[in-house]
């Protein structure tokens, strides 16, 4: 029983990590339409930007970490001007931008892999503190990251809700043309997009590589995580791509339970494939009229 | 007031307009006519900057729009109706006009909204419903008062009234009549199939086939009761 309080404890700290990336990558598959793999470099640049500032340029802490998200949202940011936009504004098909964000991400990670190698990059020293809360036992860092994942998914939620700018982001999927016929501020939309999107992958990197480390090669799991929360939940729905994020977390802990951490990825793609199977449209998604599907 | 010159338009390479020009005064109620397929819609888009033509100039109230975004021509005072996807299924009533609202806010916002439950008063008791499940109608409605919140002097509807009963057509086009007085609306260019009805209405009539215009009248009355002698053209 306590064993099981523990383990649904981690997961819902783990869950407030992953619904940082769901978020971050569901702003993209939903408003763009295309499946956004350059996320996974994203993530892990905003993290070799936070080493690159501590352990090279001697930044304090907090200091890095700004730079940190800042190097991620530039990344983001760059990548769709110099790469998605030019392709999109040419005509190119999802299966091209596919593509190039493939390149972009092999091209991040081998660079990243080669100015800082391929070895885990440890970012805080020294023992975490840790609490008890009864019989349960939760990290200093552990806190930290439930509670900068939770209030940051739920005050964008508040955001969304509200902003009018935000309600035509979200239109951006369903109906680009009509986002644009209405005089919308299409370029700042999607400056916004991609910039936000940074921000959800940089902060969640950030979070995990202060607890575990980072390695050049992580990138691709948080991209996983992401998409599969995504499409799990259901694309339409803000609150599915945290569901889906939540189950991933866990169902991911209950198997760390009973086998080995080594099975995530096939849990991951496992949940992927049963609801693709059963519930295409994702298992958080609201019902539609029969002609919008 | 708009006054496009020698368009030329293409899909990829498929060309769909032929130098075609097409004017709209002040005050004037024109219907663009033709066959499917004939450009009307593609006109349309590249008037708002949705398709770039390869050769032409737009102007609107006296001033070049060629080379601006869409942004700043529909900001500029250019209401545009698409022909389809003309609203968000996924958000609100509500939602829906604030969008085509935007950037305005805060009491003007109130305003707008009001004004458009005096030209559609259905809409006051769904503003909390999901735009995809009202009805054809309703939809139709819904786009227009969308178009109509940056109060546009010139409206440009593709097909308003597509797909609805003869009696819901007739009503869209007395709303429009409607919106013109309520919102100022100066002049109007309606894509329309449904002649009969839409000639009533018009005070001009821009007839195009093959992406070229083969006829204009300034006295669409004359063809009320035999309609026919436009559609002589569609088949050329
Ligand atoms: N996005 C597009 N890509 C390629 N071809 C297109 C596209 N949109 C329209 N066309 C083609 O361009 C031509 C003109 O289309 P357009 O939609 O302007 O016709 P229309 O006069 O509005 O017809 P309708 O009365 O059916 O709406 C048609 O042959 C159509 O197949
Ligand atoms: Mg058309």
């Known amino acids: 029983m306590i064993l099981l309080s523990q383990l649904l404890l981690n997961a819902l700290v783990n869950a407030a990590i992953f619904s940082l990336l769901a978020v971050g990558f569901g702003l993209i598959y939903r408003s763009m339409r295309f499946f956004y793999i350059a996320y996974g470099a994203v993530y892990v640049i905003a993290s070799y930007a936070v080493v690159a500032a501590m352990q090279i340029s001697g930044f304090p802490l907090y200091l890095s970490i700004g730079a940190g998200v800042f190097l991620g949202v530039l990344a983001g940011v760059l990548m769709d001007r110099t790469v998605y936009l030019p392709l999109e504004r040419s005509g190119a098909t999802p299966g091209v931008l596919l593509i190039a964000s493939l390149g972009l991400y092999i091209l991040a990670v081998n660079a990243v892999a080669l100015i800082f190698g391929n070895e885990v990059k440890i970012l805080s020293r020294g023992i975490e503190p840790s609490f008890s809360l009864g019989p349960l036992v939760i990290t200093r860092m552990q806190v930290i990251q439930f509670l900068v994942g939770w209030i940051l998914v739920t005050g964008f939620w508040l955001i969304i809700r509200k902003n009018t700018l935000m309600k035509g982001i979200w239109a951006m999927g369903e109906t680009p043309n009509l986002v644009t016929a209405l005089g919308l501020p299409c370029g700042l939309m999607r400056l916004l997009v991609f910039a936000l999107s940074s921000v959800f992958a940089g902060v969640a990197s950030l979070v995990t590589a202060l607890d575990v480390g980072i390695d050049p090669h992580v990138g691709m799991h948080a991209l996983l995580i992401g998409a599969v929360a995504v499409i799990v939940g259901g694309v339409d729905v803000y609150w599915g791509w945290i569901g889906g994020a939540s189950l991933l977390a866990l169902l991911q802990g209950m198997a760390v339970w009973q086998f080995s951490s080594r099975w995530n990825d096939l849990i991951t793609f496992g949940i992927l494939i049963i609801t693709l199977l059963f519930r295409p449209q994702g298992l958080f998604s609201p019902r539609k009229r029969r002609e919008e599907r | ?236």
């Open chain 2, 1 to 236: 007031m708009l006054e496009a010159k020698g368009i030329n338009a293409f899909y990829s390479r498929k060309q769909v307009l032929f130098d075609t020009s097409i004017s709209v005064k002040e005050g004037e109620k024109v219907i663009l006519i033709g066959p499917n397929g004939a450009g009307k819609s593609t006109l349309l888009k590249t008037i708002v900057g949705l398709l770039a033509p390869t050769k032409g100039q737009i102007a609107f109230s006296g001033e070049d729009i060629s080379s601006w975004s869409p942004q700043r021509r529909i900001n500029s005072g250019i209401g545009y109706l698409l022909q389809n996807e003309n609203i968000v299924p996924g958000l609100t009533v509500e939602e829906n006009l604030l969008l085509g609202a935007y950037p305005i806010k805060g009491d003007l916002l109130k305003k707008r909204v009001e004004e458009v439950f005096e030209i559609f008063g259905f809409m006051k008791g769904r503003l909390k419903d999901r735009a995809g499940f009202l009805s054809g109608g309703e939809r139709q409605a819904l786009a227009v008062s969308m178009v109509l919140m940056k109060h546009p002097r010139l409206l440009l509807l593709d097909e308003p009234t597509a797909g609805l009963a003869p009696k819901a057509a007739q009503n869209i086009l007395e709303h429009v009549k409607k919106a013109q007085d309520v919102i100022g609306v100066k002049a109007v260019c309606l894509v329309e199939h449904n002649l009969k009805l839409a000639l009533e209405w018009a005070s001009k009539v821009i007839v195009l086939v093959q992406g070229r215009v083969v006829f204009t009248s300034d006295t669409p009355e004359l063809f009320i009761n035999n309609p026919e002698e436009l559609e002589k053209y569609f088949f050329e």
